[in-house]
């Protein structure tokens, strides 16, 4: 029974209905209706790609990580657009190997998607015989200090959060 909840993951419903109504920037009621529409539908056809709902053990360093995570993309959305109106010479393009400590494969996915969301850095590839995420950064000083950051801003917190 509990498989047919139309509200079985409220959290992803609320996420799609607010992106929609964001994506449309309108608040008119036929938007609104077909936002809590999506909201519904879109996480009940999809309920079969959440075979373990993901539970968050400390909601408080969730918000705290995303709070974090938009700080981080709104900086990178204006260095990124400082280095690329500025001279190509002055970008240091690098790929980093990140070695991960989460072993969750919705935290592994999640981590990935906050670093590929975060202009300037993409997740490549995940080698999966040692647990290492391939990151391409746009502009690199020292790859040390760039893996660090993502492990310590990123992923320290997200597996606090999901209690991974």
């Not at 993951?9 to 929609?20: D, E, K, T």
């Not at 077909?34 to 360093?61: H, K, N, Q, S």
Request: some cysteine; proline content about 7%.
């Amino acid at each position: 029974m509990s498989e047919r909840k139309w509200l079985s993951h409220p959290l992803l419903s609320l996420a799609v209905a607010g992106i929609w109504l964001l994506a449309n920037n309108t608040l008119y009621p036929g938007h609104i209706i077909l936002a809590v529409v999506l909201g519904l539908v879109i996480p009940r056809l999809t309920r079969e790609f959440w075979p373990d709902a993901p539970r968050l053990a400390r909601p408080g360093v969730a918000l705290r990580l995303f709070a974090v995570f938009v700080y981080d993309v709104l900086v990178a959305n204006v260095r990124v657009a400082l280095l690329v109106i500025g001279p190509n010479a002055r970008l240091r393009p690098a790929f980093l190997e990140v070695p991960l400590d989460i072993e969750d494969s919705f935290g592994i996915a999640l981590l990935a998607s906050m670093i590929t969301l975060t202009p300037g850095t993409l997740s490549a590839y995940l080698r999966e015989s040692d647990g290492t995420l391939i990151v391409h950064a746009l502009d690199v000083g020292d790859q040390a200090e760039a893996i660090e950051e993502i492990k310590t801003r990123y992923e320290a917190p997200l597996r606090e959060a999901l209690g991974c």
